[in-house]
Nanobody, 117 residues
Framework: VQLQASGGGLVQDGGSLRLSCTTS????????MAWFRQVLETEREFVAV???????HYADSVKGRFTISRDNSKNTVYLQMDSLKPEDTAVYYC????????????WGQGTQVTVSD
C-alpha cells in the first residue's frame, strides 16, 4: 500500500493546518491508521492513531490540539492540527499500524509542517 500525506505548509504560531493521507493501490484494511512525525535525523515520533471503528489515541504533546479522523469510504485519514507550536515543526507521515502502533510496510511520502514563532 502506498500512502501519501499532503496538506503541510508554513503557518504561524497558534495557527491551524489539516493534513490528509490517502492510499493508492488498494482500499484501507481493517488496521489502525496513525500519524507520526520526524525532525531531521531523529526518531519518528508517534502523534495519533485511529482504529477502524474510530477509537483514537494521542501523544501527550498534541492532546487537546490535534484531532485524527478517517473516512473509510474515501480511503483517507485526516489530522486536524490547531494551536500549532514551533515544536510541532516536522515532516509528518501516515501509516497503517498493527495494534501497538507498529507500522505496516514501508513509509510513504511525508508532508512538511513548519510553524514559525
Amino acid at each position: 500500500v502506498q500512502l501519501q500525506a499532503s496538506g503541510g505548509g508554513l503557518v504561524q504560531d497558534g495557527g491551524s493546518l489539516r493534513l490528509s493521507c490517502t492510499t493508492s493501490g488498494r482500499t484501507f484494511g481493517s488496521y489502525g491508521m496513525a500519524w507520526f512525525r520526524q525532525v531531521l535525523e531523529t526518531e519518528r515520533e508517534f502523534v495519533a492513531v485511529i482504529t477502524w471503528s474510530g477509537a483514537t489515541h494521542y501523544a501527550d504533546s498534541v492532546k487537546g490540539r490535534f484531532t485524527i479522523s478517517r473516512d473509510n469510504s474515501k480511503n483517507t485519514v485526516y489530522l486536524q492540527m490547531d494551536s500549532l507550536k514551533p515544536e510541532d515543526t516536522a515532516v509528518y507521515y501516515c501509516a497503517e499500524v498493527y495494534p501497538g502502533n507498529t507500522p505496516i510496510g514501508s513509509w510513504g511520502q511525508g508532508t512538511q509542517v513548519t510553524v514559525s514563532d
